[in-house]
């Protein structure tokens, strides 16, 4: 009796594709939580603490102070959308769904690269909505700078996918969310972007200058002008990346090798 040996056709770019990318997309855009926690939250915090008449005439570097808030309050909504964009990843693996996906011929890192893609998308409309809202009331900034304040918030908040992922894969499925939802308000506190750090105490000012969001924050808004070591603010970037990204692919090797 003879055996016809098989093989695995390993498909391009891993499995990467734009349909894969669009129906990741239409999943996430059905979840009406995150889309609320992405898009609106955001956006009304920014109008609760970023639209008294007095922040208009204040000046913040080269804007108002409307301004200033209003990119602190886009660099929240990112972090939340890029979080818990990778964050789908443990919602995937209690269903069994990230278990079916590595009997296919699909790659684990052209997967990671789709939820990573996923969450970028979701984090660059959660800026627009915020700098849409924004701009409607009455946040000054010249257009260069706020289209560059916008790009920088963009891709340094690409940590916080990283950071998703490495939870999505570290907590269970039905804690997640729950558990990211407090920890990003608090480090979003503690890293400057609710309260400038110039209105802490010294004490809390030096530890916020460890967190991972002061070093998003202070790139954001790095075009204002006036807004903190743009220089410690990439190194604190640099390690929190290597730590979440190291910790992701962690997880993800340990949870492969149960397959």
């Known amino acids: 009796m003879s055996t016809v040996a098989t093989t695995r056709t390993v498909p391009p ?14 999943r996430m855009l059905r979840n009406k939580r995150a889309v609320i926690f992405t898009l609106v939250f955001p956006s009304v915090f920014f109008l609760l603490f970023g639209t008294d008449s007095s922040y208009r005439s204040g ?16 660099v929240y909504g990112a972090m939340i959308a890029t979080t818990s964009g ?46 849409v809202v924004g701009h409607l009331a009455g946040a000054e900034l010249p257009v260069g700078r706020l289209v ?13 996918a990283a950071f998703g992922l490495f939870m999505g894969y570290l907590l269970p499925s039905e804690n997640v ?26 004490v809390f000012a030096s530890v916020a200058k460890f967190t991972p969001a002061y070093g998003v924050g202070v790139i954001a808004r790095s075009p204002f002008g006036e807004d903190g070591n743009v220089a410690l603010a990439v ?24 397959v």
């Open 59 to 74: 000046r913040s570097g080269q804007g108002n102070t409307t301004a200033y808030i209003m990119v602190s309050m886009a």
């Open 148 to 160: 560059l304040c916008g790009v920088l918030a963009w891709v340094c908040t690409l940590v916080f």
């Open 177 to 202: 969310m729950q558990i990211l939802g407090p920890a990003l308000a608090l480090l979003s506190f503690a890293g400057g972007l609710f309260v400038p750090l110039d209105q802490m105490s010294d």
């Open 235 to 258: 190194l604190n970037i640099a390690a929190w990346a290597a730590v979440f990204v190291g910790g992701a692919a962690w997880r993800m090797s340990r949870d492969t090798q149960r």
């Open 86 to 131: 990778g964050a789908m990843v443990a919602t995937e693996r209690a269903l069994g769904w990230s278990r079916q996906l590595r009997l296919t011929p699909l790659q684990p890192v052209a997967y990671v690269a789709i939820k990573v893609a996923v969450a970028m998308v979701m984090g660059l409309a959660s800026i627009v909505a915020v700098f």
């Open 13 to 26: 770019l891993g499995g990467f594709s734009p349909t894969f990318l669009r129906l990741e997309l239409r």
